[in-house]
């Protein structure tokens, strides 16, 4: 069984990273008026009670998304990110009124954070469709509560075995979002692997794989490996915040690995990357890389 349960994470500086990839990649797909399928390979319980006994047994969100919460800073890229997860944060509509709205100005008490399926929820379009994989039942049982309707599919299984019964989807336009827990050491492999046939089945897919920057071989060596693979396009972009503990343990930042990245997304995180080091350090060498083949 599983222990991993994202709750424990949410919001922090790996959550920052990754929604805020995330939600760029999605506006720039949802853009173009042509529909597309969201495939999500670990899509986690979709949203999190910050003030729940998980979140805040570590508290991960403080040194997160609640740095960036209240600024009156924030360049484009990451106030369009916080305003998802305000939005998130509004209280929901009572029976026959209208849903509230984030007004300009407007600044809700953070008490939750949205999952991937919930910030991709956010942008999809009617005809845009979304295939969600959790092997946790719990968390896929209430992602199943949560997620629905006709173009959505909550699937409990293994998102990595799945994933080939997806691509290409038709039409053939697709993003697939790969996050695992990389509890078991054989994921780094498997991403590896399953990325390799992905790219093989459906080569024009746009692919975002998250990473932890943690005291390992195998998360060291993951990059290179996905290179390797030699996509036609990719944007690798890493956020280091902290050192790892007394005993070389703990994460000290997180990657994204992007296949046929947007062409506009190295400019953004160029721009965004500086102030996120700024905003989330917790020593003083806190850093980012960004590396790029274009396509
Ligand atoms: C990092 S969390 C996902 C967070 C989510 N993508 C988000 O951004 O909100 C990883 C999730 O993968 C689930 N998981 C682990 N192994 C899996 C597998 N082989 N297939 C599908 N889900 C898996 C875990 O239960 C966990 O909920």
């Known amino acids: ?3 991993y349960r994202h709750a424990f994470h949410a919001g922090n500086h790996a959550d920052v990273l990754k929604h805020l990839v995330l939600d760029q ?3 720039y797909m949802t853009a173009k008026d042509k529909p597309f399928r969201y495939i999500d390979t670990h899509a986690g319980a979709g949203g999190y009670l910050l003030k729940g006994a998980q979140a805040q047994k570590k508290a991960e969100y403080r040194e997160g998304i609640n740095r960036l ?3 009156p800073d924030l360049p484009e890229p990451v106030a369009q990110y916080v305003e998802l997860v305000q939005r998130f944060n509004l209280p929901e509509a009572a029976p ?10 407007m600044t809700p008490p953070l008490a939750l954070y949205p999952g991937s399926p919930s910030i991709a929820r956010m942008h999809l379009r009617p005809g845009d469709s979304m295939r969600l994989f959790e092997l946790h039942p719990s968390d896929a ?13 909550v699937i409990n299984e ?21 996050d695992p827990s990389y509890e078991l050491v054989g994921d ?18 746009v692919y975002l794989l998250w990473y932890p ?3 390992r071989i195998e998360a060291a060596q993951l990059p290179k490996r996905l290179m390797a693979l030699s996509p036609k396009g990719w944007l690798h972009v890493r956020l280091t915040v902290n050192k790892p503990d007394a005993q070389g343990f703990g994460l000290s930042g997180s990657g994204m690995f992007i296949i046929n990245p947007p062409f506009t997304l190295h400019a953004t995180l160029a721009a965004v990357m500086p102030y996120l080091v700024e905003q989330l350090a917790q020593y003083e060498d806190a850093s980012f890389l960004i590396e790029e083949q274009p396509a």
Do not use: C
């Not at 492999?189 to 897919?205: M, N, P, Q, S």
């Open 25 to 27: 990649v999605l506006r």
């Open 69 to 71: 919460w209240s600024r």
């Open 96 to 105: 026959g009124e209208p849903a509230p709205v984030l007004e300009k100005g």
């Open 158 to 178: 293994d998102g990595f075995a799945g994933l080939k019964g997806q691509i290409p989807p038709s039409p053939r336009r697709g993003l697939v979002l790969m």
């Open 141 to 153: 049982r209430t992602l199943a509560a949560h997620f629905g309707g006709r173009h959505v599919q």
């Open 213 to 215: 920057q943690v005291n």
């Open 1 to 3: 069984m599983l222990a």
């Open 188 to 205: 780094y492999g498997k991403v590896v692997a399953t990325l390799r046939d992905a790219v093989t089945r459906f080569a024009e897919g």
